[in-house]
Nanobody
Framework: QVQLVESGGGLVQAGGSLRLSCAAS????????MGWFRQAPGKEREFVAQ????????FYADSVKGRFTISRDNAKNTVYLKMDSLKPEDTAVYYC????????????????????WGQGTQVTVSS
């Protein structure tokens, strides 16, 4: 069973940057696509970004495209989310997640397509 631990959240002013990290353990990290979701108070969990198992393909929600960058270091079993030009509407708890199937291609927008979740890290953007 995979374990995921996020870090890097915090309070930042609008226009600022943060980098989230997610350390994985428990199975072969490099075989699985990884994703980031977020959930704001009173809202459903929403897709933010995804990176393929090889790292060759990335997908982003329209709301973050051009501002956020997902990457992975398979040697360190870690996935990152670099967030630039942050806006107050980016305020949420951010969750790292792992695909439930290895070597899957294509975009995975539905939380049910993932089978492991971190505890979440709070990102707060002040105006």
């Amino acid at each position: 069973q995979v374990q995921l631990v996020e870090s890097g959240g915090g309070l930042v002013q609008a226009g600022g940057s943060l980098r989230l990290s997610c350390a994985a353990s428990g199975r072969t990290f490099s075989n699985f696509a990884m994703g980031w979701f977020r959930q704001a108070p009173g809202k459903e969990r929403e897709f933010v970004a995804q990176i393929s198992w090889s790292g060759s393909r990335t997908f982003y929600a329209d709301s973050v495209k051009g501002r956020f960058t997902i990457s992975r270091d398979n040697a360190k079993n870690t996935v990152y989310l670099k967030m630039d030009s942050l806006k107050p509407e980016d305020t949420a708890v951010y969750y790292c997640t792992a695909d439930r199937m290895p070597f899957r291609v294509g975009v995975l927008l539905n939380p049910a397509q993932y089978d492991a979740w971190g505890q979440g890290t709070q990102v707060t953007v002040s105006s």
